[in-house]
């Protein structure tokens, strides 16, 4: 039987570590990439398997962007020998202001990328300095013409909210100059403080001050009001897409498809096995093998409430039965009863939904479902 999964690769190369980071990144590290490279289509022979039809792709990271052209032709070129690539497949590629260039998307298109998402951030030059990004608006604005000019239409911005400093102007001033940029699909992150990053310690040690829970709260509500006026549906907690722009691949995990994840930190999950690939470079160079687990009927039917929930569309029952032969009902009792009471999740027509006070208090929806 096929089995039509998700494939995401993990590019863990960035110019610099931005002030915020805690993904696997290595500034620095251009000399490893043609190992890498290696290694990821290595991993590709292991993971491909003849019932493997690929139905969305996603070259995350790090910085994809920072490969060389003629390295990244060779990873898509191995990915498409390698495995079958459902006719219609979304495959989309994060690309960072600053480092995108002309050779770099022509390869993409080449091989049948068709969606873009750039780390845009904020219209502000002092918020993007602030961020450690490496790149302007006017980079921003650069890229979205080449990417234009490369033939891709379905184009993200990532911007985000509750960074030190930052007002509710300052958010309506980005969406404004984003919105200009035409496209077809916003993500508009909070802000989240990692421990260990230099932002934490600037926070921490007062240099810098976060908006206040209210302030971010009219941000977020800015976000949703201004991109439903501009045509944009919000289809989950921090991402808005024009009428048939919502990215599938992101869909697809909330629904708790099978994916397989590849290159350092990369997770898979396939059936009822999840693994983790060595988690630094060097370990999977080395070719440290990935940790597996084995996800519990209980633990699975957590996780589907879980992600469903971030979903504007909620979670259908229906959905929930074929998956886990059970219904809500018999899998969460009267732990459904609490939130639903209070006003945070409503229970109708067999969908499962946060409210829109639930979406700010989804944490403690989903304590009542542990
Ligand atoms: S570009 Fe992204 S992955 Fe790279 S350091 Fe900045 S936030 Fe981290």
């Excluded at 570590?17 to 290696?38: I, L, Q």
């Excluded at 951030?121 to 790149?135: F, M, N, S, V, Y």
């Excluded at 808005?240 to 992101?250: E, I, L, M």
């Excluded at 009471?341 to 639930?358: A, H, I, K, S």
């Amino acid at each position: 039987m096929t089995r039509d999964v998700g494939l995401y690769f993990h590019i863990p190369f960035c110019a610099r570590k931005c002030a915020y980071c805690d993904f696997v990144s290595y500034p620095g590290m251009e000399d490893a990439m043609p190992a890498y490279a290696d290694a990821l289509i290595a991993e590709m022979g292991r993971r491909a398997a003849p019932e493997i039809r690929i139905a969305t792709a996603y070259i995350g990271g790090g910085t994809p962007s920072l490969l060389p052209p003629e390295l990244m032709d060779r990873l898509l070129d191995a990915a498409k020998r390698r495995f079958c690539f459902l006719p219609d497949a979304e495959w989309s590629c994060e690309c960072n202001p600053g480092t995108v260039t002309e050779a770099f998307l022509a390869v993409l298109r080449a091989h049948g990328v068709n969606r873009l998402s750039l780390g845009a951030q904020a219209r502000q030059e002092r918020l993007l300095r602030l961020l450690g990004r490496i790149h302007t608006w006017e980079q921003v604005e650069q890229s979205v013409r080449l990417a234009r000019a490369a033939g891709f239409e379905n184009l993200n911005l990532d911007l985000m909210l509750g960074l030190p400093t930052q007002t509710v102007s300052d958010v309506r001033e980005s969406l404004d100059a984003a919105l200009a940029l035409q496209p077809t699909h916003l993500s508009c992150y909070g802000l989240i403080v990692e421990e260990g990053t230099p932002l934490h310690a600037r926070v921490r040690a007062g240099e810098w001050t976060l908006p206040a829970d209210g302030e971010e709260r009219d941000m977020y509500e800015a976000c949703r009001s201004i991109l439903a006026e501009n045509g944009f549906e919000q289809y989950e907690i921090s991402n808005f897409a024009r009428p048939g722009y919502t990215c599938r691949h992101n869909t697809d995990c909330w629904k708790r498809r099978e994916y397989l994840g590849l290159g350092c930190a990369a997770c898979g999950f396939m059936g009822n096995i999840r693994y983790r690939n060595a988690p630094s470079l060097s370990g999977y160079l080395a070719g440290a093998p990935a940790e597996e687990e084995t996800v519990s009927p209980e633990e699975a039917r957590f996780e589907s409430v879980m992600l469903g929930l971030r979903m504007t569309e909620g979670l259908r029952e229906e959905d929930f039965v074929r998956m886990h032969g059970m219904t809500l009902r018999a899998a969460f009792g009267s732990k459904m009863d609490a939130p639903i009471r209070d006003g945070l999740l409503t229970y109708e027509n067999g969908v499962l939904r946060l409210t829109r006070r639930g979406m700010d208090l989804q944490n403690r929806v989903l304590l009542e479902f542990l």
